[in-house]
């Protein structure tokens, strides 16, 4: 099994940065596929990045990065030229089993951490 909590979510500017982590505990880090996904208000969740392999939703491709610190079991979400429309919620999710876009079988979740962009 594995723990993941998020941080780094915060109020920005459009136009503005923000770096997310997603710190996992327990199991080994490496053996599990990792994902950020989120959830803007009054919407469903929807996929944002997946680490392995690379792989990014339209809406954030060339804005965002997902990488990863296996020594620090750690992964990031760098979000450059942020829109009002990224405003969510965002999780960190991982499965032992490949599910990239199909976020509805990933089977650990964090907390989540609040992304808020103003106009």
């Known amino acids: 099994q594995v723990q993941l909590v998020e941080s780094g979510g915060g109020l920005v500017q459009a136009g503005g940065s923000l770096r997310l982590s997603c710190v996992a505990s327990g199991r080994t880090f490496g053996t599990y596929f990792m994902a950020w996904i989120r959830q803007a208000p009054g919407k469903d969740r929807e996929f944002v990045a997946a680490l392995t392999p690379r792989d990014y939703a339209d809406s954030v491709k060339g804005r965002f990065t997902i990488s990863s610190d296996i020594a620090k079991n750690t992964v990031y979400l760098q979000m450059n030229s942020l829109k009002p429309e990224d405003t969510a919620v965002y999780y960190c999710?991982?499965?032992?089993?490949?599910?990239?876009?199909?976020?509805?079988?990933?089977?650990?979740w964090g907390q989540g951490t609040q992304v808020t962009v103003s106009s």
């Open positions: 999710a991982a499965d032992r089993n490949y599910n990239g876009r199909y976020i509805q079988n990933y089977d650990y």
